[in-house]
């Protein structure tokens, strides 16, 4: 069967010059975001420190911790069990912030995770794959073969995410109203970029979603519930408040499968198990998100 045999030999076609385009795409996506965030997020962030360690503790602990008890309990084909893992380690999708206000969440919150996500996720995406994905054995496989450097996975996402964010803050702080008019215009342009890469990437690869499709298929829309339930679960026994519980379940279960096609493409060569879960996550997070956001929003 082409699952247990063939399954990493797919080649999703994912060039030098499309992967130059996710790198920039997820760059302006995170200047965007940044440029509405400022030290004083932070600072609220730590005066409300329960909220803080609920959504730290949903996206950065006990997700990855759930994922991989359910990876060895399912026991899929390595390369997607080690995807599942990777989509966990990142931290959440920065379009998280536009679902979140959509659904009647609170924003503020959404944005100020987000960027704090993006700082923490610099040592915590790199050591949560590690460790996870070292516990089971036909992970642990593969990472062996890929000699996974932590150091140029860090220095990646400095680049790609935190250098971004400090910039666009930098702005936010000094040129408030140039902030402000650069964000009306880059915001939707940024979201409507990636969604547009995104459409490129599967039209270009129309033949092997199709064909092989179904065997990531209810990995991804699981774990993706799974994420959701995490977030709603853990803000309910926080005893967070409606909008609040809003935000911390869409930050959960909106992972940036943008960034988890980067990592694959730049340190596992676009292993076709990784690459095909990742990439269909990056879509189906956006249906699920849109879904979810909508229904919330109605109800409100």
Known sequence: MLLNTNIDQIRINFDTDALWMLNIALAIIMFGVSLDITISDFKRLL????????????????????????????????SFALGMILIAACPGGNVSNF???????????????????????????????????????????????????P??????????????????????????????????????????????????????????????IHHVLFLVVFHNILAYLIGYSTAKIAKLNDTDTKTITIETGIQNGGLGLLLIFSFFDGLGGMAL????????????????????????
């Open 151 to 212: 150091y140029e996975l860090v220095k990646l996402v400095v680049l790609i995410l935190g250098l971004p964010l400090l910039f666009g803050m930098f702005i936010k702080h000094y040129h408030p109203e140039m902030a402000a008019k650069i964000n009306t215009v880059l915001r939707p342009f940024s979201v409507i970029f990636f969604i547009i890469l995104i459409v490129i990437a599967l039209y270009d690869n129309a033949a092997i979603f199709k064909n092989h």
């Open 99 to 149: 679902f979140s206000k959509m659904a009647g969440g609170n924003s503020a919150l959404s944005i100020s995770l987000t960027a704090f996500a993006t700082v923490v996720c610099i040592v915590l995406t790199p050591f949560n794959l590690q460790l996870w994905a070292s516990l089971y054995p036909p992970t642990e496989k593969i990472l062996q073969t890929v000699a996974l450097n």
């Open 47 to 78: 005066q409300h420190p329960k909220i803080l360690l609920t959504g730290v503790a949903a996206q950065f602990i006990i997700l990855p911790a759930l994922t991989f008890l359910a990876v060895y309990i399912i026991q899929p084909h390595p």
């Open 277 to 300: 879960l990742a990439a269909f996550w990056g879509v189906w997070d956006i249906f699920s998100g849109m879904s979810l956001a909508t229904l919330w929003g109605r109800k409100r």
